[in-house]
């Protein structure tokens, strides 16, 4: 237990505060005792709950649970150039890379990517504003293409890399990035998605792929995938919206 009373009341606190919602880090100056207080209590959160949730599924459904066409969210129409020359050519020059640090860096292409064994799941997409929706999803499990690509021993995280702007500043575009601790990577229901309830999924959606990672809420599923790079070190805050304030794990 520490000895500095005050620091012991802030860590009592760490806890509710974190509940009460993201936002309260855009509040806290970057360099104050309490921002490190709760950044080292929100780090411990997650590895807790990354280790409780290690091995479980997250729940599938029926086909009759579908009660709804997938609500999409964030971008839904990439305005980037890249994107629409990609879109406009039927994705025929796109190619999903996966790099960093793997033995066998691979560049593939959509049939490539359909082409291999592919999982379909009927799950529910948690969005950290509140709504549900139940959809399913048809893709290529991440783990497959890892196998291939051959995880070198120093790799602990995956990072994916969008094609959408999710923010324009003055230092230029922002394009969307997340990431995932290695074994949420290789959890069987972690997959590429490029199928969404029987069809090609559409652009609202993350054409011409995006991830699903079932155990974690909507915002850690990048839609408009264009890389993968498998890291040693987790960059930055993790993602986007970690930058911003938003927990790095995000269970449900």
């Known amino acids: 237990m520490p000895a500095d009373p005050i620091r012991r009341r802030l860590l009592l606190a760490a806890p509710a505060l974190l509940l009460s919602g993201c936002k309260v880090f855009d509040r806290l100056p970057r360099d104050g005792g309490l921002r490190d207080v709760l950044e080292s209590a929100n780090t411990l959160t997650d590895l807790t709950l990354g280790n ?9 459904y029926t086909r009759a649970d ?3 066409p997938m609500r999409p969210n964030g ?3 990439p305005p980037d150039e890249d994107y629409l020359r990609h879109l406009a050519s039927g994705w025929a020059d796109w190619r999903l890379t996966v790099e960093g640090a793997v033995e066998r860096p691979l560049a593939l292409s959509l049939p490539e990517l359909m082409a291999r064994p592919s999982r379909t799941q009927i799950t529910r ?9 139940i959809a399913e999803w048809t893709g290529v499990p991440l783990s497959r293409l890892l196998s291939e690509a051959g ?5 602990r995280f995956v990072v994916f890399r969008c ?11 922002v394009l969307y990035w997340e990431s995932l601790a290695l074994r949420d990577a290789l959890h069987p229901q972690t997959i590429l998605a490029y ?10 959606n993350g054409a011409p792929l995006r991830l699903r990672v079932e155990r974690q809420l909507g915002y850690k599923m990048p839609k408009y995938l264009r890389g993968i790079e498998v890291v040693a070190d987790l960059p930055g805050q993790g993602g986007y919206w970690e930058e911003r304030g938003y927990d790095w794990y995000a269970g449900i």
């Open 52 to 60: 409780l949730a290690d091995g479980h599924l997250a729940p599938e």
């Open 66 to 68: 579908i009660r709804q």
């Open 75 to 77: 971008v839904t129409s």
């Open 125 to 133: 997409h948690d969005c950290v504003e509140g709504w549900s929706c």
């Open 151 to 155: 995880l070198r021993p120093e790799a």
């Open 163 to 173: 094609m959408d702007t999710i923010e324009r500043g003055l230092s230029g575009n």
């Open 195 to 204: 199928g969404i309830n029987g069809g090609a999924l559409p652009v609202p």
